[in-house]
């Protein structure tokens, strides 16, 4: 149909370009064979002789890819490998001549936007892989990095395809990925829209992969470049906040919905989650956590930010904080600043907020490891929470909770404290509850009562005497193979559960039923008589 040249075929392209642009026009394109004879104006046409023309034709696919049948129709018929090497030919027809020309970043913000509705269907991602797709729009952000247009299209494009784990090995190999995300967040700082799609790409990149990890936080810069994003983005939500509270009324602020972070506030989550990603990684973890304007930040986080407020941000700056604390070096930025920490991890507890509630309760288990933040957590009630998140029936809530209380017990004058809220029972109905399924949780409270009863002299003076009894059942039960692990299980998952049996329970279990038997008696000691 398109067998013209010249100003005929540019004419040809216009026309088809404004009939595409309307929705109710798109029932032609699927009875005839005009999308076929796009594509070939795509592969055949000369860039620098028919620019105009494929533009037009780039435009008139853009407005046709948003239809769900029209999109498959031309991704089988290999628009995506078209567009990739049409990408290719800008690409180095670019560096041929020595400048980028005129028409080519027109080119590019079309067919990028093409490709990013292309990212949206999943058959497209085998696609992606295999054309070269990832690294070559790479190629195109860093020559295209001052074209906010592209790159916001291209950044589109990554951000979607980074959130599967394919996609996201890909990209982590494509050369200079990293430097060049890093170029873009330093040429547009303020670009709120391109910033926060970088740093979401960058934190799906992160996520998994200790490899990608090193990658990015070995690029010159790296680190600075995200802080310096993180105090940009905190300062213009400060003023924002202040803005819209001299605005609005105490009603409005209040009707705000809690989950529907601004912009701004989206960027900072975005942001955060990068640095908790790398905080994972030991080595690198253990360095970031002794850099004092990272953790101040997150620390203001937490200040200026209420969890109804924004919800996901607090979490996040918590979830961080948890990752930077669980490092023990001499010189912790977080350990500098614990006490600190603690107060706003103590407005956190007393949110109705599980999530942030968990959140706290994981940092004060590392931070509980000194004896300065044991001493807080008695004298500001820390440890009442602790026991009871014990009747959550939540493991990763036990989990935590009993964390802390193990490092509490381990100070003689504070073991008392379990005793409390009834602390010993819900110990062990928390033993009873999740040891079969979760065999390290079970360790733990072990742990706990192993450091709890010491100094024993009776087990039921120590536990109470229900206590006791229930506590031998249990623990007599589980030791036994046969009783204690699950046969229903499939054969690895068994295998698993016998491993974490056998090396975390077992060995504090036989010990503490040891320890409770010897002292089960009904006999009560004779105190020393009197001379």
Same mark, same amino acid.
């Given at each position: 149909m398109l067998r013209v040249t010249g100003k005929n075929l540019l004419n040809v392209c216009k026309l088809i370009f404004k009939i595409s642009r309307c929705e109710n026009n798109d029932v032609l394109f699927q009875t005839e064979n005009i999308l076929d004879s796009l594509l070939d104006v795509l592969k055949s046409?000369?860039?620098?002789? !028919?620019? +105009?023309?494929?533009?037009? *034709?780039?435009?008139?696919?853009k407005f046709l890819s948003g239809n769900a049948n029209l999109i498959k129709y031309m991704l089988n018929e290999n628009l995506l490998e078209t567009l990739v090497q049409l990408m290719k030919h800008i690409s180095n027809t670019d560096k041929e001549s020595d400048s980028l020309l005129p028409i080519s970043g027109n080119l590019l913000v079309q067919l990028t936007a093409i490709l990013r509705n292309i990212a949206d269907l999943s058959q497209s991602r085998p696609r992606f892989l295999l054309s070269g797709a990832l690294s070559e729009l790479c190629v195109i952000l860093e020559q295209y990095i001052a074209d906010k247009d592209v790159c916001t299209n291209v950044a589109r494009i990554l951000s979607k395809l980074s959130s599967y784990n394919d996609c996201c090995t890909a990209l982590a190999d494509c050369p200079r990925c990293f430097s060049i995300f890093l170029a873009v967040l330093n040429k547009h700082q303020k670009k709120q829209d391109l910033v926060v799609r970088i740093v979401f790409t960058l934190g799906n990149l992160t996520a998994k992969n200790n490899h990608a990890r090193e990658q990015f936080y070995m690029e010159d810069g790296a680190i600075s470049t995200l802080l310096s994003l993180f105090q940009i983005y905190y300062e213009l939500d400060c003023c924002m906040k202040s803005a819209s509270g001299r605005s609005e009324s105490a009603e409005e602020v209040n009707s705000r919905h809690p989950k529907h972070p601004t912009d701004v506030e989206d960027v900072l989550i975005k942001l955060i989650r990068v640095l908790a990603n790398i905080s994972i990684h030991?080595?690198?973890?253990?360095?970031?956590?002794?850099?004092?304007?990272?953790?101040?930040?997150?620390?203001?986080?937490?200040?200026?930010?209420?969890?109804? +407020?924004?919800? +996901?941000?607090?979490? !996040? $700056? $918590?979830?961080?904080?948890? !990752?930077?604390?669980?490092?023990?070096?001499?010189?912790? $930025?977080?350990?500098s600043r614990q006490l600190r920490i603690s107060e706003l991890l103590l407005r956190l507890l007393l949110s109705n907020n599980m999530e942030g509630i968990l959140e706290a309760a994981r940092v004060f288990g590392n931070l509980s490891q000194t004896k300065e933040i044991r001493d807080f957590v008695v004298a500001k009630n820390v440890y009442k929470f602790m026991i009871a998140l014990l009747d959550s029936k939540n493991p990763d809530v036990c989990f935590s909770a009993c964390g802390v209380l193990i490092n509490v017990t381990v100070d003689n004058n504070k073991r008392t404290i379990l005793r409390? %809220?009834?602390?010993?029972?819900?110990?062990?109905?928390?033993?009873?509850? &999740?040891?079969?399924?979760?065999?390290?949780?079970?360790?733990?409270?072990?742990?706990?009562?192993?450091?709890?009863?010491?100094?024993?002299?009776?087990?039921?003076? *120590? &536990?109470? !005497?229900? %206590?006791?009894?229930?506590l031998i059942e249990l623990l007599t039960t589980y030791l036994e193979e046969e009783l204690a692990l699950d046969n229903s299980l499939d054969k690895d998952l068994r295998a698993y559960h016998k491993v974490c049996w056998e090396s975390e329970f077992i060995p504090v279990a036989s010990q503490l039923l040891t320890r409770v038997q010897s002292h089960d008696t009904l006999l009560e000691p004779l105190s020393v008589p009197s001379q």
């Amino acid at each position: 149909m398109l067998r013209v040249t010249g100003k005929n075929l540019l004419n040809v392209c216009k026309l088809i370009f404004k009939i595409s642009r309307c929705e109710n026009n798109d029932v032609l394109f699927q009875t005839e064979n005009i999308l076929d004879s796009l594509l070939d104006v795509l592969k055949s046409e000369d860039m620098l002789s !028919n620019s +105009e023309a494929l533009l037009y *034709c780039l435009g008139a696919i853009k407005f046709l890819s948003g239809n769900a049948n029209l999109i498959k129709y031309m991704l089988n018929e290999n628009l995506l490998e078209t567009l990739v090497q049409l990408m290719k030919h800008i690409s180095n027809t670019d560096k041929e001549s020595d400048s980028l020309l005129p028409i080519s970043g027109n080119l590019l913000v079309q067919l990028t936007a093409i490709l990013r509705n292309i990212a949206d269907l999943s058959q497209s991602r085998p696609r992606f892989l295999l054309s070269g797709a990832l690294s070559e729009l790479c190629v195109i952000l860093e020559q295209y990095i001052a074209d906010k247009d592209v790159c916001t299209n291209v950044a589109r494009i990554l951000s979607k395809l980074s959130s599967y784990n394919d996609c996201c090995t890909a990209l982590a190999d494509c050369p200079r990925c990293f430097s060049i995300f890093l170029a873009v967040l330093n040429k547009h700082q303020k670009k709120q829209d391109l910033v926060v799609r970088i740093v979401f790409t960058l934190g799906n990149l992160t996520a998994k992969n200790n490899h990608a990890r090193e990658q990015f936080y070995m690029e010159d810069g790296a680190i600075s470049t995200l802080l310096s994003l993180f105090q940009i983005y905190y300062e213009l939500d400060c003023c924002m906040k202040s803005a819209s509270g001299r605005s609005e009324s105490a009603e409005e602020v209040n009707s705000r919905h809690p989950k529907h972070p601004t912009d701004v506030e989206d960027v900072l989550i975005k942001l955060i989650r990068v640095l908790a990603n790398i905080s994972i990684h030991p080595s690198l973890g253990t360095v970031l956590s002794t850099n004092q304007n990272c953790v101040d930040l997150l620390i203001k986080v937490l200040e200026y930010k209420q969890i109804d +407020e924004c919800e +996901e941000l607090v979490i !996040n $700056a $918590a979830a961080a904080i948890n !990752n930077l604390s669980y490092y023990q070096t001499k010189h912790s $930025a977080v350990r500098s600043r614990q006490l600190r920490i603690s107060e706003l991890l103590l407005r956190l507890l007393l949110s109705n907020n599980m999530e942030g509630i968990l959140e706290a309760a994981r940092v004060f288990g590392n931070l509980s490891q000194t004896k300065e933040i044991r001493d807080f957590v008695v004298a500001k009630n820390v440890y009442k929470f602790m026991i009871a998140l014990l009747d959550s029936k939540n493991p990763d809530v036990c989990f935590s909770a009993c964390g802390v209380l193990i490092n509490v017990t381990v100070d003689n004058n504070k073991r008392t404290i379990l005793r409390e %809220e009834g602390g010993i029972k819900k110990l062990i109905d928390c033993l009873q509850d &999740f040891g079969p399924s979760d065999w390290q949780l079970a360790s733990l409270v072990c742990k706990t009562l192993w450091n709890y009863s010491e100094k024993i002299t009776s087990a039921a003076l *120590c &536990f109470g !005497n229900k %206590e006791t009894e229930k506590l031998i059942e249990l623990l007599t039960t589980y030791l036994e193979e046969e009783l204690a692990l699950d046969n229903s299980l499939d054969k690895d998952l068994r295998a698993y559960h016998k491993v974490c049996w056998e090396s975390e329970f077992i060995p504090v279990a036989s010990q503490l039923l040891t320890r409770v038997q010897s002292h089960d008696t009904l006999l009560e000691p004779l105190s020393v008589p009197s001379q």
